[in-house]
């Protein structure tokens, strides 16, 4: 509770005056740990999100990744066939 203390201009006695909190902010033990149970939850919770949030950008990365993966293999793959098909087409007609 704060406290203050003032000087009257005709008095150099010093007043002191204790501001006390309204019922309605003054709190029981019971509800400041309710309140503090709350206040953890909503932490927790934000740091939750937070970390859900890391999670998608990194599983995002990832796919984006094995989709570039998935296009290069198949270029690969592509090229290969072709290749392949190319030297049985030469050893097809050295054959014959």
């Keep these: 509770i704060p406290a203050y203390q003032l000087r009257s201009p005709n ?8 501001l006390a909190e309204s019922p309605s902010n003054m709190q029981s033990p019971s ?6 149970i709350t206040r953890k939850r909503e932490v927790r919770l ?12 990194k599983k995002k990365e ?3 990744c094995l989709e570039n ?5 198949e270029n690969q793959n592509k090229t290969l066939i ?5 030297l ?6 050295k054959a014959e």
């Design 69 to 73: 993966r998935v296009a290069v293999l």
């Design 31 to 36: 509800s400041q740990h309710a309140e503090e």
């Design 88 to 93: 049985k087409d030469i050893y097809c007609h």
């Design 46 to 57: 934000m740091k939750n999100r937070e970390a859900a949030r890391e999670c998608r950008r």
């Design 62 to 64: 990832y796919v984006k």
């Design 82 to 86: 072709e290749e392949l098909k190319a």
């Design 11 to 18: 008095s150099s006695l010093a007043q002191s005056i204790v």
